[in-house]
């Protein structure tokens, strides 16, 4: 199995240094492979509809082999999930459209996650980790209602996606990476659904135990979305 060099993990998510290998796809090549590119653009309900799977299934499904071998594939699938998610939130600070002193607050704290996120798993992958895709996010971002439904159901994605691989990462210190940024997004995604309304729905969605996504549910899901274009 080829190797990424994980084994100097601090508690800031730092790593010691990149993998030595040889250099894939391209991210959009990835995004093709997967299927992941293009998509009707669409919005309100049915955006939160694309972004929340009816169906989970078992945690089985790997990433597509586009993603690269063994835990490489998982890190790089991971990858393309922090991608969105930090642009997203770049974007959406950019705007300035955030008003309320909460949700402003936990767009800072956020956005500083989820670009560390980035930067640690590209780091990790080195040069097996390709560059990032165009998004349109298509008015999410400059509209606070629109922005706090969209970023509750990216952050339980997000748990959803992780919780799905734990299971086929083979590399200890793999399974200790993902874990620490799972737990993250879990944090993420309690804070924003508790300020988008404090009750059990929002802040634990599947009650006292997530469900596991597979690849291909994840997958499928952000494709309908819109959101990656290029």
Same mark, same amino acid.
């Given at each position: 199995m080829e190797r990424i060099n994980l084994e100097a993990i601090d508690v800031d998510g730092a790593v010691q240094e990149s993998a030595d290998a040889v250099a894939g796809d391209t991210r959009l090549g990835f995004l093709k492979k997967a299927g992941l590119t293009g998509g009707a653009a669409i919005g309100g309900g049915?955006?939160? +509809?694309?972004?929340?799977?009816?169906v989970a299934g078992a945690a089985t499904s790997r990433p597509p082999a586009s993603f690269g071998k063994g835990d490489i594939g998982i890190l790089n699938y991971a990858l393309t999930l922090e991608y969105l998610e930090a642009a /997203?939130? @770049?974007? !959406?600070? !950019?705007?300035?459209? %955030?008003? $309320? =002193?909460a949700v402003l607050n936990f767009l800072k704290i956020v956005q500083a996650d989820e670009n560390a996120h980035v930067? /640690?798993?590209?780091?990790?992958?080195?040069?097996?980790?390709?560059?990032? =895709?165009?998004? $349109? /996010?298509? &008015?999410?971002?400059?509209d606070e209602a629109k922005f706090r439904a969209t970023s509750q159901v990216l952050e339980n994605t997000g748990v959803h996606a992780y919780l799905g691989q734990a299971g086929n990462i083979k590399t200890p210190a793999y399974l200790k990476a993902a874990g620490s940024i799972?737990?993250?997004?879990?944090?993420?995604? +309690? *804070? %924003?659904?508790?300020? @988008?309304g404090q009750n059990q729905k929002n802040v634990t969605p599947n009650g006292s135990r997530d469900t596991p996504?597979?690849?291909?549910? *994840?997958?499928?899901? *952000?494709? !309908?979305?819109?959101? %990656? *274009? &290029?």
């Open positions: 049915a955006l939160l +509809s694309a972004l929340t799977p009816a /997203f939130y @770049n974007e !959406a600070a !950019a705007s300035g459209a %955030i008003k $309320d =002193p930067k /640690f798993l590209k780091t990790a992958l080195g040069s097996k980790a390709a560059k990032k =895709p165009k998004f $349109d /996010f298509q &008015g999410t971002t400059k799972l737990t993250i997004e879990a944090r993420h995604a +309690s *804070v %924003i659904g508790f300020l @988008n996504y597979t690849a291909k549910t *994840v997958l499928a899901a *952000v494709k !309908a979305t819109g959101f %990656i *274009v &290029g």
